[in-house]
């Protein structure tokens, strides 16, 4: 999938004083976007038959315009690296022509052992190969 | 306990456009009111070494009074009644001799069965005796 | 408008540790469902050319079944009851045939003052008409 | 001020399916430590007597351990530089000895003209020398 545009309107408990988004929101606004990504690639990030989950590591934005309440946007997100055990997701935020904010993410796959505690493992192939894939 | 008095200051991201608090956190208030009285009492609500839990089936509140950027407030909380699977809590939230709101919220007692889903279960009495203790 | 149907999917965030979407983001959703039943009206809650807001002075909510991750949802609002200064809605959220939770929520017109004062006034018959209006 | 430490607990809220703090909340906390250096310093980040504003221009986290319900940390800020017009701070935030995420943010001073448009303007001298005054 060489993209993923996801679509979404400010809703109003988004924003704060200041008139306008939360800037908190906007990494949420990004997560929203990943997780529709593996939705459209036919996964889902938090799969009850699985006991890999998917926890940042890092991310990191810049932001460049305001957002304000009942504007509709869209999160194009980018698979923009797979390492062995991590996934680098870059994102950009626009509002028509207007640039909103650029970031990326980089989650790892972890998968609980018995005592509860997560440990890093490689990224499945499968899911790789799924995330990959020319958007249908 | 007769009564716990939390105390919260109100945090940026907590308004809204309207330059107050947004009113779903006036839930979230209560809620932290009643996770800080069940501390006082040497419990936690979500203890790990439990298999219970305690989902709300019903929260009602009445908002008299904006709360503001960074007013100081108090949650007070009483346990109103307690019944064989279910706790009843009141709440006022005040700032200073302004009352802010006034609120309600049951939550029920449930025990996960082995597959996964909750089943309502009867209180401890241990957990009643130290949710009544007078407060030290 | 004798009720509108607004349809979400529950995001990760929204949930909480329990595995199932946290009781406050209920209320959320009820207020999505009504600013979406505004703008299908041609209104907007927030309209940057009115001095008119919408506080909310009550809500309540029985929360019947737990909604997880993923979940795709309705919620149904209805103008329950429009009073000369103030709006009842209703709201029921269901997952398919299964309800989730019923509420209510009044929301009181007031319009500021010079001094920044809010002041309860009458809903604006123009409002009213569009919100009763048949869907289109 | 050479740096400024913030102590707060993990509300139930703050937390997701995979029984940690969601990645956004950490945003948050540092936004929170951030606001309470300016109170230390006599400050407000929203002074109701004042036409500026401190939006956030950028922000970057590297998540390094996972915070759970109910846990007591620390968010320790330090203003990092002070530019003409931008604040860069810098943040740890700890649990006991375990470093739980570091992070930078940088605000922007800015004033908004009659049309409501925010404009870059000079951080106040009378700000950056309480920010720097050695703390009480």
Redesign the interface.
């Known amino acids: 999938m060489a993209e993923f545009r996801y679509k979404r309107r400010v ?3 988004e ?6 988004v ?4 906007i ?2 606004y990004m ?2 976007a990943e ?1 529709a990504m593996w ?1 459209e690639a036919g996964l ?3 799969d009850r038959d699985s006991d890999l ?1 998917w ?10 315009n ?1 957002l304000f ?2 504007d509709e946007f869209e999160v194009w997100v980018r698979l923009a690296a797979a390492r062995t055990r991590a996934l680098d997701y870059e994102f950009t935020i626009v509002r028509g022509e207007t640039v909103i904010a650029v970031g990326t993410m980089t989650s790892v796959c972890v998968r609980k052992n018995p005592e509860g505690r ?1 440990r890093a493992t490689e990224v499945p192939e499968r899911i790789l190969t799924r995330l990959r894939a020319p958007q249908s």
């Open positions: 809703e109003f408990a924003t704060d004083l200041a008139g306008i939360h800037f908190s929101m990494f949420r997560e929203e997780h939705r889902s990030i938090a989950s926890p940042r590591v890092s991310s990191a934005c810049e932001f460049r305001p309440f009942e997560m």
